[in-house]
Each structure stands twice: as C-alpha cells, then as structure tokens.
C-alpha cells in the first residue's frame, strides 16, 4: 500500500503555504541604487496590455525611473504617457526598422521587449539594436525558436558588456524560476534524482495579455510540440493530449492541451529533467473546442502572421466581451517527479494564481513510497 508522507520545506514553513498579498501592498516603493535611480527604461509594445501594465507596475515601484513607452500609435502613446505621469514619454518606433531602434535606444539604459506575438519572428533585431547601442535587454519571448536564436547572441552581448535576458515574462519566465527551485528542492532537501517535470498552464479569457495571447495561440497550433520522455525528444500534435488538472484554490480543475514552449527544451538541457511537456488551457470551455479545430488547419496558414493576425481582429472582440464574464485570472502548477532510495518517488508542486486583484501562491512536497 502507498504511503503518503507530508514533508517540511527548508524555511522550517509547513509543507503547503498559501500566501496572499494585497492589492495596495503590490504598490509599495523600491529604493533603487543611486547610480540607477534615474535610469531610462525603453518598453517597446508599451501601448499594449502586456507593455502598458509593464509601465504602470515600473512607475509605481521605482516613481524615479524615466520611462519611454515605445509603440507605433502616437494616440495610444499619448495615452499611456497620461496615465504614468511627467517622468514619461512617448517615443515612436517600428521594432522592424534598425534606424528607428537606434533612434529610440538613444540615451536609454534598458529596453523591455513586449512587441510580441514572437512566434515565426525571423531577425532578432531589438537585441540587434541594443548590442549596437551597449543598452541592457530583456523580452518577454514565449516561443521556442526566438528565444534560441536570442541566446546564440550570447558572446555578442558579452563582447558589448551589456546584459540580456530572454523569456522574461510569467510563462515562461516565472515558471522557469518555478521549475529550478522544485529541481534544486528536490536535489538539496530530498535528495534525490528528478525524473519528470510538468508546466501546466490556465488562462480565464485572455488572461489580461489581450489580443496577444490570441495571436501566440493560434500561431502556436502551427508549430509541433517538442517535448521529451526519459531523454528522447518526441513531438506530438499541437492542443492534443488532454490532461484535467487541478489548479486549487479559486480555480478548480480545468482542462489542459499540449503546447510547443520554450521552457519544455530548457528545462530538459540545463536543469537535466529527462522528461518534460507543457500544456495550456482556458476558459470558458468553448474557447478550447475553438482551439482543438483550429489545429486542423493547415500549418502554413497558421504560422502565416498576416493571415493570423485577421483571425485575432476577427476574434479579439469577442473574447474581450467574454473577459467580462470569465474574467482575467492566469494560473500556473509546475509538478516533478522525483525518484530517491531507489524505491520511493517523490512529488513537488507550486501553484501560482495571478488575478487583478491578489497573488496567490503555494508550494507542497509529499512522498509516495
């Protein structure tokens, strides 16, 4: 018979912590360095969802930070400008332009990349540009292809001493971070050999991300799903695979389908997990019926962006209205397996809940002998 052992995390905290933390707290101060007090931060896609809460949350935490929102709409820049206030402005450009990078870099110490959908991005030109003007870089990336293309610019952005940091946002990005400390758990505390590690992934609507969500979605039921089982790397059909998993607290079990993920290949080559996947859901339900059909057609026109991005206008209003209905939550349960004194299999998991108005967060540790 099984037995289920409850295990102490290293902090000395019980082995489930639900901690949460309220709206006005997020909004305390940072104190930055002095040398950095005032640097200048360039948000490209800054009139977006995901580049305009990037802004605002920048403002809020480090008010002395000058912050330029990039974008290609002057009104919208106008806009966003308003609302952060006089450490502020607008600066237009087009990410596919070198001269117009150049021009915007100027004077900046750091760009974020929110530009997105990433997917099927031929030139990593923002990274280009930041080498050339010695600026710090970090994007948002979630897509397999240009996030590797980014890191073979390593010795480049070494050779201009500037740092550069791909996949930065929630996931991949924060699950990433979520999957090295299971691994460095289970390695540090339990001792023992991780085997499988699992991203699983749940958006209620857009997830607050917009139409760029849709547009990654849809360009990513284009691609294969690259996954591996016990160190072969596998590919499999895109949103197939169906798996209910349960997200807890104020999300429940919901339905998930396998997804081509840049964390899926990292975690397997640098944390050394022989078996990993990724999968995605949301809601309401209906949305993923949407998504297991549009996987039937054809890949060229899924990975075809102009063909994709008249889907997302033809959908975007639609799922906005829903948004209101469903609302914005996104939640993430990164599990491993882990296997130690040869007989014993041991499971880790965190669970992330991100809504407008809480984060909520857990992490537990049993062992099932």
Same mark, same amino acid.
């Given at each position: 018979m099984?037995?289920?052992?409850?295990?102490?995390?290293?902090?000395?905290?019980?082995?489930r912590?639900?901690?949460?933390?309220a709206?006005?707290?997020?909004?305390?101060?940072?104190?930055? $360095?002095?040398?950095?007090? +005032?640097?200048?931060v360039?948000?490209l896609?800054?009139?977006?969802?995901? !580049?305009?809460?990037?802004?605002? *949350?920048?403002?809020k935490f480090?008010?002395?930070?000058? =912050?330029v #929102?990039? %974008?290609?709409?002057?009104?919208? !820049?106008?806009?966003?400008?308003?609302k952060l206030?006089n450490?502020?402005?607008?600066?237009?450009?087009? =990410?596919?332009?070198?001269?117009?990078?150049?021009?915007?870099?100027?004077?900046?110490?750091?760009?974020?990349?929110?530009a997105?959908?990433f997917?099927?991005a031929?030139?990593?030109?923002?990274?280009e540009?930041?080498?050339? +003007?010695?600026?710090?870089?970090?994007?948002?990336? /979630?897509?397999? +292809?240009?996030s590797? +293309?980014?890191?073979?610019?390593?010795k480049?952005?070494?050779?201009?001493?500037?740092p550069?940091?791909?996949?930065?946002?929630?996931?991949p990005?924060?699950?990433?971070?979520?999957?090295?400390?299971?691994?460095?758990?289970?390695?540090s505390?339990?001792?023992?050999?991780p085997?499988r590690?699992?991203?699983?992934?749940?958006?209620? %609507?857009s %997830? %607050?991300a917009?139409?760029t =969500?849709?547009?990654?979605?849809f360009?990513?039921l284009g691609?294969?799903?690259v996954?591996?089982n016990?160190g072969?790397?596998i590919?499999?059909?895109?949103y197939?695979?169906m798996?209910?998993?349960?997200? !807890?607290?104020?999300?429940?079990?919901? /339905? #998930?389908?396998?997804?081509n993920? $840049?964390?899926?290949?990292?975690?397997?080559e640098?944390l050394g997990? $022989?078996?990993?996947?990724?999968?995605f859901?949301?809601?309401?339900?209906f949305w993923n019926?949407?998504m297991?059909?549009?996987?039937?057609?054809p890949?060229?026109f899924?990975?075809?962006?102009s063909k994709?991005?008249?889907?997302?206008?033809?959908? /975007?209003?639609?799922?906005?209205?829903?948004?209101? =209905? *469903?609302g914005?939550?996104?939640?993430m349960?990164v599990?491993?397996?882990?296997?130690?004194?040869?007989?014993c299999?041991?499971?880790?998991?965190? #669970?992330?809940?991100?809504d407008p108005?809480?984060l909520i967060w857990s992490?537990?540790?049993?062992?099932i002998e």
């Amino acid at each position: 018979m099984a037995r289920i052992l409850s295990m102490q995390l290293s902090s000395g905290i019980s082995s489930r912590i639900t901690s949460s933390i309220a709206k006005e707290k997020s909004e305390t101060k940072i104190e930055l $360095p002095e040398k950095v007090k +005032n640097s200048r931060v360039l948000i490209l896609g800054g009139t977006g969802r995901v !580049g305009g809460s990037t802004a605002v *949350a920048l403002s809020k935490f480090c008010p002395d930070l000058r =912050i330029v #929102v990039g %974008g290609r709409n002057r009104d919208k !820049g106008a806009a966003m400008v308003a609302k952060l206030g006089n450490n502020s402005y607008f600066s237009e450009v087009d =990410i596919n332009d070198s001269k117009s990078l150049d021009l915007a870099l100027k004077d900046v110490d750091l760009v974020v990349h929110t530009a997105g959908p990433f997917q099927q991005a031929e030139k990593c030109t923002v990274l280009e540009a930041a080498i050339q +003007n010695k600026t710090a870089y970090l994007d948002v990336c /979630d897509d397999t +292809n240009y996030s590797w +293309n980014i890191k073979s610019y390593m010795k480049k952005a070494v050779d201009a001493n500037i740092p550069a940091i791909t996949t930065g946002g929630i996931y991949p990005g924060v699950s990433n971070v979520m999957a090295a400390e299971l691994v460095r758990a289970a390695k540090s505390e339990s001792k023992s050999d991780p085997q499988r590690l699992r991203f699983y992934y749940y958006t209620a %609507g857009s %997830g %607050g991300a917009g139409p760029t =969500i849709l547009s990654t979605s849809f360009l990513l039921l284009g691609e294969e799903v690259v996954a591996y089982n016990k160190g072969e790397k596998i590919k499999l059909k895109p949103y197939s695979g169906m798996l209910q998993i349960d997200f !807890g607290l104020g999300i429940g079990k919901k /339905d #998930v389908f396998l997804l081509n993920l $840049p964390e899926v290949r990292s975690t397997h080559e640098i944390l050394g997990v $022989p078996s990993v996947s990724a999968r995605f859901g949301t809601a309401p339900f209906f949305w993923n019926w949407g998504m297991i059909a549009m996987s039937f057609l054809p890949s060229e026109f899924l990975r075809d962006r102009s063909k994709v991005q008249q889907l997302v206008q033809l959908f /975007d209003p639609v799922v906005r209205a829903v948004d209101g =209905i *469903a609302g914005e939550k996104v939640s993430m349960r990164v599990r491993l397996l882990s296997q130690f004194l040869l007989s014993c299999i041991s499971s880790c998991v965190i #669970v992330l809940h991100i809504d407008p108005n809480r984060l909520i967060w857990s992490r537990q540790m049993d062992a099932i002998e």
